[in-house]
Nanobody, 125 residues
Framework: QVQLVESGGGLVQAGGSLRLSCVASGRTFSNYVMGWFRQAPGKEREFVAAITRFGGTRYADSVKGQITISRDSAKNTVYLQMNSLKPEDTAVYYC???????????????????WGQGTQVTVSS
């Protein structure tokens, strides 16, 4: 079983950058597709980005060119680099994992069985 712990959230001004980290405990990190979701107040949790064990990535259209996902298997860590942040990026960001050997990336939150506790990102205007 893998447990996920996010960090790196905080308060940043519009136009700034943040890098979120998600450390996965357990020895089977490489067997998971790792994803990031976010949930703004009063809104549904939405897909942001995900990365396969092969390094394949998928992004929500709304964040393409602004956000980069990466993973370091040696550190059991997945990162979310966020640049040019806007107030509408304000949300709780969740790390998620889907047990999969496939190169297919799902965007539905129902496909992900493991979740972190979330980290708050607040972008001020």
């Amino acid at each position: 079983q893998v447990q996920l712990v996010e960090s790196g959230g905080g308060l940043v001004q519009a136009g700034g950058s943040l890098r979120l980290s998600c450390v996965a405990s357990g020895r089977t990190f490489s067997n998971y597709v790792m994803g990031w979701f976010r949930q703004a107040p009063g809104k549904e949790r939405e897909f942001v980005a995900a990365i396969t064990r092969f390094g394949g990535t998928r992004y929500a259209d709304s964040v393409k060119g602004q956000i980069t996902i990466s993973r370091d298997s040696a550190k059991n860590t997945v990162y979310l680099q966020m640049n040019s942040l806007k107030p509408e990026d304000t949300a709780v960001y969740y790390c998620a994992a889907e047990y999969s050997y496939s190169s297919v990336i799902h965007t539905s939150k129902g496909s992900y069985t493991l979740w972190g506790q979330g980290t708050q990102v607040t972008v001020s205007s």
